[in-house]
């Protein structure tokens, strides 16, 4: 009985010293996720202070790739890196004919209907489509998505706006995704001077 009891007491100190173990294993990985993205969002806001101030001309897709690029390389777990203008109906043909003339020539901007068959937009007073995506290999049928046609983008979308924060959405399918691999989306609002 007594080489019992001293078996548990010892195997009760080896778990809680597993547990503590354990714990403070699970506190690094957790903090160094936490660097990676906060790093990650400084990267995202130095990108969204570029097109603040960018001249009215904007950015090319090149210069686009160009800023995009090291942030992609500096973080792997970020898929894609996306330029989401506000579209209203009076200049959506021109963002059209602008893309088609910039080589994609089945650029539309679309939504998905409740089969996730594409379609193009319902008329309403703004679209949020991404317009410019990198890496684009990986991600070229998220080109053209409105992300104000699906309510959980949407969401995160309009609070990103009302408050000028950066905000995450919950988690959602990427349009670019194949079967059930889920993620979510950051949203850095950008305002030019003068503009609504």
């Known amino acids: 009985m007594l080489s019992s009891a001293i078996y548990y007491f010892v195997r009760n100190i ?44 904007g950015t090319s897709r090149l210069q686009f790739k160009r800023m995009a690029d090291p942030i992609l ?3 792997p ?40 068959d594409r379609q193009p937009v319902a008329t309403r007073p703004e679209y949020f489509p991404v317009y410019y995506v990198e890496p684009l290999s990986k991600n070229e049928k998220a080109l053209g998505f409105d992300l104000a046609s699906n309510s959980t983008r949407n969401v995160a979308l309009r609070t990103a706006a009302q ?20 993620g979510v989306l950051t949203f850095a609002p950008v305002y030019r001077e003068g503009a609504e």
């Open 77 to 116: 777990f970020i898929q894609a890196i996306e330029w989401i203008p506000r579209v209203t109906p009076s200049t959506l043909d021109q963002f059209e004919r602008d893309a088609h003339r910039e080589g994609f020539e089945n650029f539309q901007i679309y939504e998905k209907n409740a089969a996730g």
């Open 163 to 182: 408050t000028t924060h950066i905000t995450t959405s919950s988690r959602v399918t990427l349009v670019q995704e194949q079967g059930d691999q889920y």
């Open 14 to 57: 080896e778990q809680k010293a597993d547990e503590a173990r354990f714990g403070e294993l699970a506190n690094q990985r957790f903090n160094v996720v936490r660097i990676n993205v906060s790093n990650a969002l400084d990267s995202i806001s130095i990108l969204a202070a570029h097109f603040e101030v960018a001249q009215t001309s």
């Open 73 to 75: 390389d500096a973080h």
